[in-house]
C-alpha cells in the first residue's frame, strides 16, 4: 500500500507518479483491480480547482495532509481524487484499466459489470473518472475524508511504469478557469480506454 510519504508530493509530480499504480477495493469478498492510466493535478490557487474557491466542510479532504481521500459527486456521480503536497492541493483520478492477477482474479470483472446498469466491454469499465469509481463500488458517503485502508480499499506500487506519458490540457475546464494548463497525465498505451481519446493541445 502507498504510504503518507507517497502522496506528500506536488500535484503534478503526483499527478504522474500515479500511472501504472494499482487500485484494489475488496467487493464481495473479491479483490478488484484498476491499473491507473489517466490523471489531472489541482493546486489551491488554481482556478479550476475545488480549493480554489476556499475551505468548506464539503472540501475538508482538500485540507487535510497528503494521501487523504477526496470524494466527490460529478454531474451526480462519485469522483475519486487524492489529497497532495500543500493545502488544497490534489490529484484527480481520471480513468482506470481492469487489472488482474492471482490477487484480482478475472472472475471480478463479472462483479463488476453487475455494479453497472448494462455491459461495458473490458476496456470501457474505468474509462472515465464516475466510470471507474461505479466499477469499484467507492461512494462519496463511505469515503470522503477518509485515507486507504489496506483490508478494504488502497493503490498499491507492483512496478508497472507508462513506456510513453502523454501531458496535455485538462478535460471539461470552463474557458477563463487555466483551462490552458499542461496538467493532465496519460499512459499512451491505454489511450482507446482514456475518459476521452481526443487530445486538447
Given at each position: 500500500?502507498?504510504?503518507?510519504?507517497?502522496?506528500?508530493?506536488?500535484?503534478?509530480?503526483?499527478?504522474?507518479?500515479?500511472?501504472?499504480?494499482?487500485i484494489r477495493r475488496k467487493q464481495q469478498g473479491v479483490w478488484l483491480s484498476m491499473r491507473i492510466i489517466e490523471t489531472e493535478a489541482y493546486y489551491i490557487d488554481d482556478k479550476a480547482s475545488h480549493a480554489s474557491l476556499g475551505y468548506t466542510k464539503k472540501r475538508e479532504a482538500l485540507f487535510m495532509p497528503?494521501?487523504?481521500?477526496?470524494?466527490?459527486?460529478?454531474?451526480?456521480?462519485?469522483?475519486?481524487?487524492?489529497?497532495?503536497?500543500?493545502?488544497?492541493?490534489?490529484?484527480?483520478?481520471?480513468?482506470?484499466?481492469?487489472y488482474f492477477d492471482k490477487k484480482s482474479p478475472m472472475a471480478g470483472q463479472q462483479i463488476?459489470?453487475?455494479?453497472?446498469?448494462?455491459?461495458?466491454?473490458?476496456?470501457?469499465?474505468?474509462?472515465?473518472?464516475?466510470?471507474?469509481?461505479?466499477?469499484?463500488h467507492l461512494t462519496v458517503p463511505e469515503w470522503?475524508?477518509?485515507?486507504?485502508?489496506?483490508?478494504?480499499?488502497?493503490?498499491?506500487?507492483?512496478?508497472?511504469?507508462?513506456?510513453?506519458?502523454?501531458?496535455?490540457?485538462r478535460l471539461g475546464i470552463p474557458v477563463g478557469r487555466d483551462e490552458h494548463l499542461p496538467y493532465r497525465f496519460l499512459d499512451a498505451d491505454f489511450l482507446k480506454s482514456v475518459s476521452a481519446c481526443k487530445l486538447k493541445h
Open positions: 500500500m502507498l504510504n503518507q510519504t507517497f502522496f506528500d508530493r506536488d500535484p503534478c509530480q503526483l499527478a504522474q507518479a500515479l500511472l501504472g499504480k494499482v497528503a494521501g487523504t481521500i477526496y470524494m466527490y459527486y460529478a454531474r451526480g456521480k462519485p469522483s475519486l481524487n487524492v489529497s497532495s503536497h500543500g493545502p488544497g492541493n490534489a490529484v484527480l483520478i481520471k480513468a482506470g484499466f481492469p463488476m459489470q453487475l455494479l453497472h446498469d448494462a455491459p461495458r466491454p473490458l476496456e470501457r469499465m474505468g474509462n472515465g473518472q464516475t466510470i471507474l469509481c461505479r466499477s469499484l470522503d475524508q477518509k485515507t486507504f485502508d489496506n483490508k478494504v480499499f488502497y493503490i498499491e506500487d507492483l512496478g508497472l511504469t507508462p513506456r510513453q506519458m502523454i501531458t496535455t490540457k
